[in-house]
């Protein structure tokens, strides 16, 4: 007996859902109110405005939960940022020539085409 792909509801009850159906709960915890995200990201322009010349942290370094959010708020603000001390956890920078340069007048030093964490990498 082969069973067709449906929805959660008619995989957990085996019928299908009602066109009035509420939407079944998350099992993360919603942190999406517009004044947590406001929180989240004055706290992330914030730690992003503290890192000193000739630095950088990662992405994670900068917000563990959501690496991703970082980026997120550094490509819409509108706030002058020192967006190019973000990198990734390898070294490797997001925006390609341009951050390495920007990167590279500040005297961070580079592995090939990554920064030398080891050296420059900023912790709290």
């Known amino acids: ?7 959660v509801k008619q995989a957990r009850t085996g019928m299908p859902p009602s066109p009035s159906s509420p939407p079944l709960p998350s099992s993360r915890p919603s942190s999406t109110s517009p004044s947590s995200l406001a929180n989240r990201e004055a706290s992330i322009i ?3 405005r503290a890192i000193p010349e000739g630095f950088v942290r990662t992405y994670a ?6 690496p991703r959010v970082v980026g997120r708020v550094l490509a819409t603000t509108r706030e002058d940022l020192p967006w190019h001390r973000v990198v990734r956890s390898d070294g490797t920078v997001a925006k ?11 005297g961070v030093p580079f592995r090939g085409d990554r920064v030398d964490l080891a050296q420059v990498r900023v912790h709290e």
């Open 96 to 106: 390609g020539e341009r951050q390495r340069r920007l990167l590279r007048r500040e």
């Open 1 to 7: 007996m082969t069973r067709k792909a449906g929805t």
């Open 61 to 66: 370094d900068i917000d563990r939960r959501a």
């Open 46 to 48: 914030e730690r992003v």
